[in-house]
T-cell receptor, first 114, second 108 residues
């Protein structure tokens, strides 16, 4: 059981380039999430998917798009990267979006936009 | 709008109990309090959560005040491996609201 996996682990982009961050979970969870963490701060929710086929905006969605490819996979796309998007990105999953359900996090993707 | 307030840092002697406080004075009646920790910028690790009652598991205890405006995470016998940033989180609907956390250093 790998839990939540993310690729790549580290990426450097130039301003204006695009890229997709990949996330997969093997816990048969219904809900998946993307967060970003800026230096010295807590995590902030970008987008989430309550179930396969649905996506919703979180606290900081601007500049991002997501795709829930299937139950296992949830990708985050930066269409035109900006230096303000330099951050560590974490994917998480949970059984459902019910308030008592725990979220399990991946190891993170460190993104540097020059 | 910060939904939780935590001290930025704390020290604890190895083998002693670590008591980490959190204020969440604007919490609503159906919003859960979660605690996670993050070691060396790895992915956050779940510790414990609760709604109204005190909770205990193999990692920690969570004490929630009767008015639910604050809580305390207790690590009963801190070890060096417990050195981490601890986040007190209020779950509002589908979102976790992380604060800036408490950096706990366990001292030998």
């Amino acid at each position: 059981n790998a839990g939540v996996t993310q690729t790549p682990k580290f990426q450097v982009l130039k301003t204006g380039q695009s890229m997709t961050l990949q996330c997969a979970q093997d816990m048969n969870h219904n809900s998946m999430y993307w967060y970003r963490q800026d230096p010295g701060m807590g995590l902030r929710l970008i987008y989430y998917s309550a179930s396969e086929g649905t996506t919703d905006k979180g606290e900081v969605p601007n500049g991002y798009n997501v795709s829930r490819l299937n139950k296992r996979e949830f990708s985050l796309r930066l269409e035109s990267a900006a230096p303000s998007q330099t951050s560590v990105y974490f994917c998480a999953s949970s059984e459902s979006v019910a308030p008592q359900e725990t979220q399990y996090f991946g190891p993170g993707t460190r993104l540097l936009v020059l | 709008d910060a939904k939780t307030t935590q001290p930025p840092s704390m020290d604890c002697a190895e083998g002693r109990a670590a008591n980490l406080p959190c204020n969440h004075s604007t919490i609503s009646g159906n919003e859960y309090v979660y605690w996670y920790r993050q070691i060396h910028s790895q992915g956050p690790q779940y510790i414990i959560h609760g709604l109204k009652n005190n909770e205990t598991n193999e990692m920690a205890s969570l004490i929630i005040t009767e008015d639910r405006k604050s809580s305390t995470l207790i690590l009963p016998h801190a070890t060096l491996r417990d050195t981490a940033v601890y986040y007190c989180i209020v779950r509002v609907g589908n979102q976790f609201y992380f604060g800036t956390g408490t950096s706990l250093t366990v001292i030998p």
